[in-house]
């Protein structure tokens, strides 16, 4: 379904650890219309939802809702450090076209409705 790395397991697990709601969080991951290649992908912090699919990974738990599962099924979320500072990245192997700042995308099946770039 989706993976982490544990670089990305491990600072979601520091970002969740700081809440005080930290045994209910998890991180979702979710796909909405938009960007210079027509689909956007989104990283929050949420709590579970009726209709989502969990997996917990590394101690992580990772939320996607049903519409957002099609276009990320087999996707892996990494965390890497840069000199401008770190970052969430997702390798999709769904994408079949990627904006330049990695965080927008179209799969062969759906275009979405591109924005001006990012």
Do not use: H, W
Not at 11 to 27: F, G, M, N, P, T
């Amino acid at each position: 379904m989706i993976t982490l790395t544990e670089k990305a397991a491990s600072k979601v697990r520091e970002i969740i650890s700081a809440r005080e709601d930290k045994d209910r969080l998890a991180l979702r991951l979710y796909v909405q219309g938009g960007g210079c290649s027509g689909l956007s992908y989104g990283l929050a912090l949420d709590y579970a939802r009726e209709d989502d699919n969990v997996v917990e990974i590394d101690g992580v738990k990772v939320l996607i809702d049903p519409q957002s599962l099609r276009f990320v099924k087999g996707s892996e979320i990494d965390y890497k450090e840069a000199l401008m500072g770190g970052g969430f990245a997702i390798n999709n192997p769904n994408a079949v076209r990627t904006c330049g700042c990695g965080s927008s995308f179209r799969t062969a099946d759906d275009e979405g409705e591109p924005d001006t770039c990012c």
